[in-house]
């Protein structure tokens, strides 16, 4: 038994009681919060561009993770008897397509499980469309705020063309749909794998949203200190 299965079924002892037999999918959960929890100070470093490396570190640190939750449910074990309500942790979409169709009983957890992802993709594509059209306003803005006479020697900055700026803005539209991935992600891999893909998924959407808030906070605050000493 991997040090992953021990923990996770031990995790799901421990809610047993409260869940029954979606104990071990809720073990699951928890345990991806605990992983991220303990990866939220690189997610941050990465956020405020510490360090180049930091911002992959937390994606490539999750991987293992992932490849022995795939072991897990895939190569037998104990974990593989556990279910999320009817669907068992260990099928596919393609299975449990073929227990009921879609709308059969295990078919319906996994078109929730899609349901929700589908929703923090969303989420995600529509926050990362506002902070892409926020970044492109703010370049717009310095460049204009740029003198327009240079000192002699100065090095010339490059000029964005118009073909070069339409580019950026499609890519600004596009980039944002890649989170729709995890939906292909999620039809292929067990059911445990796609639990793991929302929770960590839903946790980089709402980290990255309150670090945003923290620094429109934390700029407010000069400002704010500015206006006051001026009464």
């Excluded at 809610?15 to 073990?27: C, I, Y």
């Excluded at 589908?118 to 529509?126: F, G, I």
């Amino acid at each position: 038994m991997s040090v992953f299965t021990h923990l996770v079924a031990e995790l799901g002892r421990l809610l047993e009681p409260a869940l029954a037999e979606s104990a071990t999918a809720a073990a699951i959960v928890l345990f991806t919060v605990l992983v991220r929890l303990a990866l939220h100070p690189l997610s941050r470093a990465a956020f405020r561009g510490a360090t180049p490396v930091a911002g992959c570190l937390p994606l490539l640190l999750q991987l293992p993770v992932f490849f022995l939750m795939y072991q897990a449910f895939t190569s037998g074990g104990e974990l593989l008897s556990h279910r999320l309500f009817a669907a068992p942790l260990g099928s596919r979409w393609a299975e449990a397509l073929g227990e009921g169709g879609p709308f059969g009983a295990q078919g319906l957890v996994f078109l929730a499980l899609f349901g929700a992802i589908a929703a923090v993709a969303a989420w995600s594509a529509v926050r990362g469309r506002r902070s892409a059209a926020a970044a492109a306003r703010t370049a717009a803005a310095a460049a204009a705020a740029a003198p327009k006479k240079k000192t002699a020697g100065a090095a010339a900055l490059p000029e964005l063309t118009a073909e070069q700026q339409e580019v950026m803005r499609k890519l600004g539209g596009v980039l944002p749909l890649l989170s729709f991935g995890t939906l292909i992600t999620a039809a292929v891999v067990p059911l445990a794998a796609g639990l793991y893909l929302l929770t960590t998924t839903a946790w980089s959407v709402a980290e990255r949203a309150w670090l945003e808030y923290r620094r429109a906070r934390a700029a407010e605050q000069p400002v704010a200190g500015a206006v006051r000493s001026t009464l």
